[in-house]
């Protein structure tokens, strides 16, 4: 038997890498199991738990895109000018009854279902009227300005799938279709805790040493895009007990648990541990920077992500591995944001390999085209870095230096859906 050598002798085990904590969380996370029934009003941003279909095509019938006179158009097989008689008004809501001749017309505004007998719309500001009679020189053919039956939803056509957002596009679409109620997911309960004896409530007065706690504001607008429901639980001190009592109860009635600060191994770092006594720790501590000592873990049904203190850590933890747990747990699709590749505007001489770092950059746009440049610090406590930036620029495990004019990849802030 060989001696297995003490744990201060074992090279360093090295981290697990971004990709791979996100795939281990894409492959085990699952979502709330609840739907419910709501009206269209209450239902903004929910994931959809049930596929719609086109009970009806839209729009129902061949209608006017504009205000005009409907004809057919086997009248411009004569040439100009055109003097048609006026028969009828086709109004929106109200369709003319009659049916009309070859050589006539009908007045009709836009979204009037098209009298039978026409087949096109001549715009108003080409007609001139008098008396019920028009005289135009313009020509037309079949189906100008006519908008037809289904050109934007089939009848039965497949719409919506179940784990699509309903943002305002899908809900328009759910009503354009005369449905009134969807069946979604229910929003998830999710609490936010920050940690550390150092923090202070703003709005308090200022006492020597304390840091006022920035993170909770932060991650409750992070939050704000999406449907939860947002318990916060204050702040807590760096005891062990606290913090594991304060998660032991809130676990009992959440889907998911934020924490920030506390997650690191110093001695005032109780967050991961007390998760681990109350529960299970899957991951912590990953290859990246900023956000290294990030944590996910499970107390009960209840998913819990310990995120860095330094508020811009905690920012991309959020938006790296929250956003996307966000919405498999609430119903919806693993969310990958677009990468943008863009030329670097600046040199970095050294970058530590196998760990992904993550600069705030802003993109400059001038006659050599787009290129993003880093803020000048690069410290994670650095609010004004979110602030006066764009996006996020990745550098790779594999990357060691970068010199201006190289393409890397860029994350908008826009493309992470979320107010920064
Ligand atoms: P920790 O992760 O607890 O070691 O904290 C790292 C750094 O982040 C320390 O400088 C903390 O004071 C700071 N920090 C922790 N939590 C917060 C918070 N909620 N708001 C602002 N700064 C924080
Ligand atoms: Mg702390």
Request: hydrophobic letters at 40%; glycine letters at 10%.
């Amino acid at each position: 038997m060989t001696d297995t050598p003490p744990d201060c002798f074992s090279p360093p085990k090295p981290l697990m890498t971004e990709a791979d904590a996100l795939t281990a969380l894409k492959s085990t996370l699952r979502p709330v199991e609840e739907h419910e029934t709501r009206p269209l009003h209450e239902a903004a941003g929910l994931y959809l738990s049930q596929p719609i279909r086109a009970p009806r095509a839209v729009p129902a019938h061949d209608n006017a895109a504009v205000d005009g006179y409907a004809v057919h158009s086997s009248i411009f097989n004569k040439p100009p000018p055109y003097r048609l008689p006026v028969v009828g008004t086709a109004w929106a809501g109200k369709p003319l009854e009659t049916s009309v001749g070859p050589a006539e017309a009908a007045r009709i505004f836009t979204g009037a279902v098209m009298p039978s007998g026409t087949d096109c719309v001549l715009m108003q500001e080409h007609v001139s009227a008098q008396n019920n009679l028009i005289e135009f020189s313009v020509n037309g053919r079949e189906g100008l300005n006519r908008r037809l039956a289904g050109e934007d939803t089939g009848l039965n056509e497949a719409v919506l799938e179940r784990g699509d957002r309903l943002g305002a596009a899908a809900l328009a679409t759910v009503a354009s279709l005369g449905i009134g109620e969807v069946s979604v997911y229910r929003p998830l309960r999710v609490a936010v805790l920050s940690t550390g004896d150092e923090l202070a409530e703003p709005g308090m007065a200022y006492r020597p040493g304390t840091v006022y706690d920035s993170n909770r504001p932060l991650l409750r607008a992070l939050l704000s895009t999406y449907p939860v429901a947002l318990t916060d639980l204050g702040s807590a001190a760096d005891t062990r007990s606290e913090v594991e009592r304060l998660l032991e109860t809130a676990a009992r009635t959440h889907d998911l648990l934020i924490t920030s600060g506390g997650a690191s191994t110093g001695e005032g770092d109780h967050v991961t541990s007390a998760v681990q006594s109350a529960g299970e720790l899957h991951l912590w501590r990953l290859a990246i920077k900023p956000g290294k000592p990030i944590g996910f873990g499970q107390i009960g049904a209840c998913t819990v992500v310990c995120l860095p203190g330094n508020p811009v850590a905690a920012f991309t933890g959020f938006v790296l591995f929250i956003r996307p747990m966000l919405s498999r747990l609430g119903g919806g699709p693993w969310t990958v944001p677009r990468v943008w590749r863009v030329k670097a505007g600046f040199d970095l001489k050294a970058k530590k390999p196998g760990r992904c770092d993550y600069l705030r950059g802003s993109l400059i746009s001038d006659e050599t085209g787009t290129h993003v440049i880093k803020f000048p610090k690069d410290g994670s406590a650095l609010l004004s870095s979110l602030r006066h930036s764009d996006g996020l620029i990745r550098l790779p495990e594999d990357c060691t230096a970068l010199s201006a004019g190289e393409m890397v990849d860029f994350i908008p802030y826009t493309e992470l859906g979320v107010p920064v």
